[in-house]
T-cell receptor
Framework: EAGVAQSPRYKIIEKRQSVAFWCNPI?????LYWYQQILGQGPKLLIQ????????DSQLPKDRFSAERLKGVDSTLKIQPAKLEDSAVYLC????????????FGPGTRLTVT | GQQLNQSPQSMFIQEGEDVSMNCTSS?????WLWYKQDPGEGPVLLIA?????ELTSNGRLTAQFGITRKDSFLNISASIPSDVGIYFC???????????FGDGTTLTVKP
């Protein structure tokens, strides 16, 4: 079974530029999560989708971050414009359904904002 | 918001030694999870705990769900070099489906 795929693996941009990350969850997984992991910290949930609907985006900085999950499969996370403090690893995870403890994580995208 | 406190922040041990780490919270959780993260990878689930007082093992790993539901412990016995990594606890309220993660315990094992 293929795992969660993410791309790109690394991205370096200047502040005020835009960036987008892509995630392909495990086939059949209804729930998709985006986490931000700052160096030295645990993952922090940004947004949770159930199929193509948003379940929780309470910690998403909506003035600059946006995410979508068209057709309930792949998802993209966008930052526009980026700030220095957005430097982090962005992890995508998926699970069979909302509330399931078994979240499977992708390898992440390491973003550096200069 | 909710916060999980993991301790210790880092550990340096000799191969073969046992390791203990813990996670505490001011909030009650229905489920406690322990993950391991290797460099350049996402976290991988090691053990899940669903009931207060529950003790669960996975090979050399043993974890316990605290009676108060506000804490959890992870023990690793007879450590080996591949145990190196960052161990995260996460609390989950299953009705909300959202995991809150601690900041991790970094484990270094010297051969």
């Amino acid at each position: 079974e293929a795992g969660v795929a993410q791309s790109p693996r690394y991205k370096i941009i200047e502040k005020r530029q835009s960036v987008a990350f892509w995630c392909n969850p495990i086939s059949g997984h209804a729930t998709l999560y985006w986490y931000q992991q700052i160096l030295g910290q645990g993952p922090k949930l940004l947004i949770q989708f159930q199929n193509n609907g948003v379940v929780d985006d309470s910690q998403l900085p909506k003035d600059r971050f946006s995410a979508e999950r068209l057709k309930g499969v792949d998802s993209t996370l966008k930052i526009q414009p980026a700030k220095l403090e957005d430097s982090a690893v962005y992890l995508c995870a998926s699970s069979l359904q909302s509330g399931s403890y078994e979240q499977y994580f992708g390898p992440g995208t390491r973003l550096t904002v200069t | 918001g909710q916060q999980l406190n993991q301790s210790p922040q880092s550990m340096f041990i000799q191969e073969g030694e046992d390791v203990s780490m813990n996670c505490t919270s001011s909030s009650i959780f229905n489920t406690w999870l322990w993950y391991k993260q290797d460099p350049g990878e996402g976290p991988v689930l090691l053990i899940a705990l669903y009931k207060a007082g529950e003790l669960t093992s996975n090979g050399r790993l043993t974890a316990q769900f605290g009676i108060t539901r506000k804490d959890s412990f992870l023990n690793i016995s007879a450590s080996i070099p591949s145990d190196v990594g960052i161990y995260f606890c996460a609390g989950l309220r299953t009705n909300a489906g959202k995991s809150t993660f601690g900041d991790g315990t970094t484990l270094t094992v010297k051969p």
